[in-house]
């Protein structure tokens, strides 16, 4: 069964603390995506990359960087946590050229800053 | 601007029902997707139907159906026999631009739906 994995369902951290979220697909999908999930907001996109080493800022890439050495696994970054990044965090990953599959999600990780 | 309005935070309704979950879009691409996903309390992301802008016919998936108005730019989510597993939040996405590499889905904001006896 294809998956996408994420390496944590809960994390609780620190204010200034750094932290990785770690996100590893077995599809051989060329593309991967983290977004943040907030009540009313909806689903945001932070980062994407449609390569390893490659990545673009989507929608909301304040406070966040990526890291994509290997095509599996695509890792968000928190340099400096802050009690607004409380959110639930969601990787996807994609085909190229597979026109209606869309994306293919994680089950997320729901991070608290304290 | 908004690119994807889902103008209903919450739905109710009773189990063997059919109920509609409303979408519109904005986008001045001729080539993009539409998509549907159901997110149950779990959290995970469960993909449940897609239409391409330039199918003909309403996608149709088990018991959902796509309401795909082109000239209105809505893609209105239709549930028939509603079930009480059906109670999840559902949103609305939109792809831009024909499958190359990268291309993002824009989400709306969601509709949770309940399932009642």
């Known amino acids: 069964d294809v998956k996408v994995t994420q390496s944590s369902r809960y994390l609780v951290k620190r204010t200034g603390e750094k932290v990785f979220l770690e996100c590893v697909q077995d599809m051989d999908h060329e593309n991967m995506f983290w977004y943040r999930q907030d009540p009313g907001l909806g689903l945001r996109l932070i980062y994407f990359s449609y390569d390893v080493k490659m990545k673009e800022k989507g929608d909301i890439p304040e406070g966040y960087s990526v890291s994509r050495e290997k095509k599996e696994r695509f890792s968000l970054i928190l340099e400096s946590a802050s009690t607004n990044q409380t959110s639930m965090y969601l990787c996807a990953s994609s085909l190229t050229g597979n026109r209606n599959y869309g994306y293919t999600f994680g089950s997320g990780t729901r991070l608290t800053v304290v | 601007a908004q690119k994807i309005t889902q103008t209903q935070p919450g739905m109710f309704v009773q189990e063997k029902e059919a109920v509609t979950l409303d979408c519109t879009y904005d986008t001045s691409d001729q080539s993009y997707g539409l998509f549907w996903y159901k997110q149950p309390s779990s959290g995970e992301m469960i993909f449940l139907i897609y239409?391409?802008?330039?199918?003909?016919q309403n996608a149709t998936e088990g018991r959902y159906s796509l309401n795909f108005q082109k000239a209105r730019k809505s893609a209105n989510l239709v549930i028939s026999a509603s079930q009480l597993g059906d109670s999840a939040m559902y949103f609305c996405a939109m792809r831009e631009g024909i499958t190359g590499g990268g291309n993002k889905l824009t989400f709306g904001t969601g509709t949770q739906l309940k399932v009642e006896l």
């Open positions: 239409q391409g802008s330039y199918d003909e």
